[in-house]
């Protein structure tokens, strides 16, 4: 009988907040896991929470997807941009396509993103989890998060092995910064016997297939759903 995981309690200073995986768990890909690693570094990042500015967090394992997520946000940007200077032959052919697809109200909010500034911070590698979690530990707020489901990496805390993956992260958002909204990037189906589905259900309360992206998703379907979270 699968065993439903519990919140660690948050750990003072910089230690993040952690979950240990009970050994009956196997998290996917096993095989992303390296038996042999031994972390017991958290690499860092460095950052800022520029005034007047909504700062953006996207976490992956994978380079290669942040820096598409990352394209994708400011694409997004600068269709705003392009909108709002009044001339239409700037619209190139994929952003007449995409905003044939609009509500009046989902064009209404993508002329309001050119108003707000962002500040992007990407974290990638299989220890992003413990990274962004401890730059919130030390003071970075979030307003928005796009986050890998199924990170992979390892660290060692008290001799025992804990995995992070994006559910974490949104938990420890939940208590750092409440009104922070997130959306959870997936290459793989979540089915409601998935370890991913019963932990999201228990430690936030959700069914996470309603806040999940898919990466190989219809482009338009994706520039939606990062739409309808930023505005």
Do not use: W
């Not at 942040?66 to 946000?73: A, G, S, Y």
């Not at 941009?81 to 619209?91: M, S, V």
């Not at 589905?197 to 996470?208: Q, S």
Request: aromatic share 8%.
């Amino acid at each position: 009988m699968l065993k439903l995981l519990k919140l660690l309690k948050l750990l003072f200073f910089k230690t993040p907040q952690i979950r240990k995986i009970p050994d009956d768990i196997d998290f996917l890909p096993i095989e992303s896991i390296k038996t042999n690693d031994n972390y017991d570094t958290i690499p860092t990042i460095d950052y800022k929470n520029p005034p007047c500015t909504k700062t953006i967090l996207i976490v992956d394992d994978n380079e290669y997807a942040t820096k598409v997520t990352k394209k994708e946000i400011e694409g997004m940007i600068l269709l705003s941009d392009k909108l709002n200077a009044g001339d239409f032959n700037l619209l190139d052919k994929n952003d007449r396509t995409f905003i044939s697809t609009l509500s009046n109200e989902e064009l209404v909010s993508l002329n309001m993103m050119h108003k707000q500034k962002y500040n992007i911070i990407v974290v990638h590698g299989e220890l992003a989890g413990f990274t962004a979690i401890d730059a919130i530990n030390n003071g970075l707020f979030i307003d928005y998060a796009f986050l890998d489901i199924i990170i992979g990496g390892r660290n060692i805390y008290l001799g025992k092995s804990i995995v992070l993956d994006g559910i974490d992260i949104a938990s420890h958002l939940a208590i750092f910064c409440k009104e922070c909204k997130y959306i959870f990037y997936s290459g793989c189906t979540i089915t409601h016997e998935s370890i991913e589905y019963i932990k999201a259900n228990d430690v936030l309360g959700i069914d996470i297939n309603d806040c999940i992206v898919h990466k190989d998703n219809n482009f338009n379907k994706k520039k939606k759903k990062i739409l309808g979270m930023l505005v």
